[in-house]
């Protein structure tokens, strides 16, 4: 047979019958491309790690930010850096805009490299640790504290599985006091401000001789518009690190007064949200050795006419702070429920339901209503609590024994020596929601006995 012309062929035909025996040519289909292999880092900067601590330091003496700072470290270790703060936003990176670096997602950060607790789980960590950004970022670093307190985690890029990282943990170390430096800084600058933030919540919570106008054009220069929808706020800790609360308080965004564990100030927008946001990131600060509580009066929406419905709005965030604190110590006492978690640590007036009714009835009065209700249980707390257990569940015994740690039928034995001292016969409803009320009001009562004494003008 005689070969074919090569050259009288077209050009696709050519390249086929050129290919080798073991080369199959596809024309117009692309070939699958292999998986992408990370191109490996480049050899790390060999910088002495003193020299750039005196580096870093003269930035830091010289009044700069976060920002000079981060560039210096990326700088010096070749990769990408990032600062997170308490409650893992990104306070300053090395890449393009901060606001484009995602940091640590709070839903997360429970899993993050493992650790359990969140972001202060995290800071309280000692030595080194590796946190994964919720954009699949991947760092390694530290816990920058200024004295204290915790300002937030320094990290420097790695890959998964990367080893010999001791050269990177002396560059971060070297870091650190620098930062803490800028820290300082900031905190006394946040704390000259709030001097005068301190003074302006003060006068919104217990009255100013100011006058309405000068007292709104106050509020305005700390970013408070007093003229929209707003709420009182109240945070508190008891916890060992006082001198750090108080600098985590000067932080809020719109000023706020401290009275020793107590802290507030005035939230508008997304009240409930807020109050979040603002508590974690105390918390962050704190550490996790106490939890801090969040509570929020009634939201005003008087358009600023009368700010004596902001003082209203502090009362009453004073009662429902006094409602957290009480839930929070009884769960702890009978070793009930997650005491670090969300509904363990935040309360806002429009959650309270009945109670929040009840807190504008005068004392006396709620007493002789508790008493005529429930007078033969108040003697026998044990029937109490399974009544107030009963109420909650519907009358679920299987719920109930779950809830106060009892066994099914000591919640029937119970519950029918409620029936016998109240007189009750098969629950009927109307004499049920009287008791149940009966009992939110008798929390209440124990909730503002234990409270710190404050002006009231139920009593």
């Not at 805009?97 to 950060?109: F, R, S």
Request: charged share 20%; hydrophobic share 45%; aromatic share 4%.
């Amino acid at each position: 047979m005689a070969k074919p012309d090569l050259l009288a062929l077209p050009l696709p035909a050519r390249q086929m019958i050129a290919s080798p025996p073991n080369v199959i040519s596809v024309p117009h289909q692309p070939s699958r491309q292999a998986p992408a292999v990370p191109a490996p880092r480049p050899a790390p900067p060999r910088r002495d790690p003193a020299e750039l601590a005196r580096e870093l330091t003269e930035l830091a003496l010289s009044g700069n930010s976060w920002r000079p700072m981060i560039r210096a470290i990326a700088s010096a270790t070749g990769r990408p850096v990032r600062l997170l703060d308490v409650h893992g936003g990104v306070l300053a990176a090395s890449g393009p805009a901060t606001a484009e670096a995602a940091g640590l997602a709070p839903d997360e950060a429970s899993t993050a490299s493992g650790v359990v607790g969140g972001v202060p789980a995290l800071l309280a960590r000692p030595g080194f640790t590796e946190v994964t950004c919720e954009d699949g970022w991947r760092g390694r670093g530290a816990t920058v504290r200024a004295g204290s307190r915790y300002v937030g985690l320094l990290l420097v890029a790695v890959d998964p599985g990367e080893s010999d990282l001791g050269w990177l943990d002396e560059r971060v170390g070297a870091a650190l006091t620098a930062l803490a430096i800028v820290a300082v800084r900031h905190d006394a600058e946040a704390a000259a401000r709030a001097e005068s933030a301190s003074r302006l919540m003060s006068e919104l919570r217990f009255g100013s001789p100011r006058g309405h106008g000068e007292l709104l054009r106050s509020a305005a220069r700390f970013g408070l518009d007093l003229t929209v929808p707003h709420a009182a706020a109240l945070f508190y800790y008891d916890g060992r690190h006082g001198r750090t609360w108080t600098t985590g308080l000067t932080w809020i965004e719109n000023g706020a007064a401290q009275d020793g564990e107590l802290g507030w100030t005035v939230l508008t927008g997304d009240v409930e949200r807020e109050l979040a946001r603002i508590r974690d990131r105390l918390q962050g600060m704190v550490g996790p050795d106490r939890p801090v509580l969040a509570a929020a009066g009634p939201v005003v929406t008087d358009n600023g006419h009368d700010l004596a419905e902001t003082a209203a709005s502090f009362a009453e965030a004073d009662a429902v702070l006094a409602l957290l604190r009480h839930r929070h110590d009884l769960s702890g006492r009978n070793g009930r429920g997650d005491l670090s978690g969300r509904d363990a640590t935040i309360l806002v007036h429009s959650q309270l339901g009945l109670a929040g009714l009840l807190l504008a009835v005068p004392r006396g009065r709620l007493e002789a209503f508790a008493r005529a209700e429930l007078g033969p249980l108040l003697e026998r707390p044990d029937l109490l609590e399974t009544l107030a257990a009963w109420l909650e569940t519907n009358g679920s015994r299987a719920a109930v024994a779950e809830r106060i740690h009892v066994h099914r039928n000591s919640v029937g034995y119970r519950m029918n020596r409620v029936r016998e001292l109240l007189g009750l016969a098969d629950d009927e409803p109307a004499r049920m929601w009287r008791l149940h009320a009966a009992v939110i009001a008798r929390e209440v009562l124990q909730a503002l006995s234990a409270a710190p004494s404050h002006p009231d003008s139920r009593a």
